[in-house]
């Protein structure tokens, strides 16, 4: 048993050793004084999607710039090779572990684990139940509620939606109080269906489902959608049924093939509310270096939400996440977790 779980964690961990040149050492805190001598872990739940992927190039990207070796562990969704990734991560003697995504039962006990063992770790998007552990947030409770007011102002506060959501995941659970709050307040807003899975590929399950709903609720107009994967699920499952122009679509999360995808003609993705995805991961680096050299980031360390709308991604003729980042510069970087000391990514 051992032997097979050990094997699993072989093949699903990629590591990224010696592959950046070493930050500059004058006027760094320990242990970056000498970086090359600190090891931090990536220990993912969730990687299918643009947004992780953009993510991981923001982890890679400060880690570089501070130059730390980085290894990053894959689980694929796989719950109990999570925490056995955790585990592996504090047998090889990591200095820190960014934990990002993944199930409460499964990583608060792996995560225990990590501290005890003398670890500095930061979670991002997922509840670890430990107070020594900050939170790095995207404010997943604003990019619920932008995108919901974004509808009303939209289609008026009286719609039958559509809503995707899957439990137990913490940012999903976060958008979901919002879309609570907004039907409590806006009683005209009727819910016909919830539905929702993280089965791969995510979007394309998404989509079987989305039609089904589309068959049997001819009178949704709005399709709650907080998470981009799940967005274009809906949006296959839209365009598939010829209701591009009946339907508006409301999303979280952004990536340069989700702008495409608003900026189709006739698309019915109205509008989505994103952190830069990369930006977010160097300050989960950053948040963890700070614990490293000895310094408080914070119990949650909240990187601010913007509202991307299809009209002002055409008014503005913009087609990549760098073009965003340019017409939005409080996209392209957040001044979250940046001591004095702290080297950046160049842009």
Request: proline share 5%; charged share 20%.
């Amino acid at each position: 048993m051992l032997r097979r779980q050990f094997m699993k964690m072989a093949c699903a961990a990629s590591f990224v050793l010696g592959a950046f040149p070493a930050a500059q050492a004058a006027d760094m805190p320990a242990p970056f004084d000498n970086p090359e001598k600190v090891t931090i872990a990536l220990v993912r739940y969730l990687s299918t999607g643009d947004f992780f992927q953009a993510y991981l190039s923001g982890v890679e990207k400060q880690s570089a710039a501070l130059g730390v070796d980085l290894r990053v562990f894959d689980s694929r969704q796989d719950a109990a090779l999570q925490a056995d990734m955790v585990d592996q991560a504090i047998a090889l003697g990591v200095d820190g572990i960014i934990i990002q995504h993944g199930l409460t039962e499964a990583m608060s006990d792996a995560a225990q684990r990590a501290v005890e063992a003398g670890i500095k770790v930061v979670a991002f998007d997922v509840d670890v139940q430990n107070a020594k552990i900050p939170q790095i947030e995207q404010s997943d409770y604003m990019l619920g509620k932008l995108a919901l007011e974004q509808a009303i102002k939209d289609n008026g506060d009286s719609f039958t939606a559509g809503y995707v959501y899957v439990a137990g995941i913490a940012p999903l659970d976060r958008r979901h109080i919002a879309w609570e709050d907004v039907k409590e307040a806006n009683p005209g807003i009727k819910e016909a269906a919830m539905f929702g899975t993280m089965d791969n590929p995510i979007a394309n399950s998404v989509a079987n489902q989305a039609r089904a709903v589309l068959q049997g609720y001819s009178d949704i107009t709005v399709m709650f959608a907080p998470y981009d994967e799940f967005a274009k699920g809906v949006k296959i499952a839209v365009d598939e049924s010829g209701l591009s122009d009946d339907i508006d679509i409301y999303s979280a999360d952004v990536s340069t093939a989700d702008i495409s995808a608003m900026r189709e003609p006739g698309s019915a993705w109205a509008a989505t509310v994103a952190t830069n995805p990369a930006v977010v991961g160097e300050v989960s680096v950053r948040s963890l270096a700070m614990m490293l050299a000895n310094e408080d980031p914070g119990a949650q360390v909240i990187v601010p939400p913007t509202l991307i709308t299809q009209k002002f991604l055409n008014e503005n003729d913009i087609k990549n996440m760098e073009e965003l980042g340019t017409k939005m510069p409080q996209f392209a970087h957040a001044d979250v977790s940046v001591p004095s000391w702290m080297p950046l990514p160049k842009r």
